[in-house]
């Protein structure tokens, strides 16, 4: 029997409910999958199937049965341990391994890469990211907290850890001028949220990251940086994609994750308030 080399589509929230339906049942066939999950009969069995792919399950005859990965994959998510699930699926499945490659290989970029060039490089590379797999593992390590997407601009780029806060404050620098140029005047202020969108993807860092550097870097140079609030109405917030987030589900009857998406952008919160506009001034 040889290996499928194509992901079947699947969402994270899918994979954690067949490891919840087999782990109280004891077990789990194609009926019961199709029944609790309210899909039909074939989608359950690609389901299940791939689910047996990630090491999930294991077959026994017509039954899928859990293992002890599937208690260990079931805690990490009751506990809300995201990293941990990444780890699982770096170490256990082959288009998430692939993905994550494809994207380290690219760390150093100043930019992040749209699908299309993740695509690309992945058939440079000669591994298995077709369109359907990097859509399906994008929105897993997205919600993970693994991968950012530029709000903006849709490119993705893994989050590093947080760099010193001198390499964080020339790079802020250097960016706000660039802004500043392309508006033809200096000491201008600038949105916070396209800031922030524009430097985690050059720095490959999580917009909390971005937040607390950024008080820092205001905290130190109060006069010589100045940060102002927007109306309840104003641009700033808007951005054409949305932040992707999970949380544990915990009122079905089986594991479930909760998707959420934040659609408007976050100020920056300093104090009691919340900024959605800085200027640089000179000096810093």
Request: proline share 2%.
């Amino acid at each position: 029997m040889t290996t499928r080399k194509t992901i079947r589509p699947v969402t994270l929230r899918r994979v954690v409910e067949i490891c919840s339906l087999a782990s109280i049942s004891k077990g789990i066939d194609v009926l019961v999958a199709s029944q609790k999950l309210g899909v039909s009969n074939s989608r359950a069995e690609e389901i299940v199937l791939e689910v047996e792919k990630m090491g999930l399950l294991t077959r026994f005859e017509k039954n899928h049965l859990p293992n002890d990965k599937t208690a260990q994959f079931l805690g990490y998510f009751e506990n809300e341990k995201w990293e941990r699930i990444h780890d699982y699926f770096l170490k256990n499945y082959i288009f998430y391994q692939d993905f994550i490659f494809v994207l380290e290989s690219h760390i150093n970029d100043e930019k992040g890469l749209t699908i299309d060039e993740i695509k690309i490089d992945s058939a440079n590379r000669q591994l298995s990211l077709n369109q359907t797999a990097v859509e399906v593992v994008s929105d897993w390590c997205d919600r993970l907290g693994i991968i950012q997407r530029h709000l903006y601009n849709r490119r993705l780029y893994l989050a590093r850890m947080k760099p010193e806060l001198q390499t964080f404050k020339n790079a802020l620098a250097k960016h706000y001028q660039e802004v500043s140029r392309t508006r033809l005047r200096r000491g201008i202020f600038v949105e916070i949220p396209m800031i922030r969108e524009d430097l985690c993807e050059r720095l490959k860092i999580a917009r909390k990251v971005f937040d607390e550097l950024l008080r820092a870097v205001y905290l130190e140079n109060v006069g010589r940086m100045e940060l102002s609030g927007a109306p309840i109405i104003t641009l700033a917030k808007k951005s054409p994609l949305s932040e992707k987030k999970i949380i544990r589900n915990g009122k079905a009857a089986i594991l479930s994750p909760k998707y959420e998406i934040q659609k408007d952008r976050e100020g920056l919160l300093v104090g009691q308030k919340t900024y959605y506009y800085m200027a640089m001034h000179e000096g810093i």
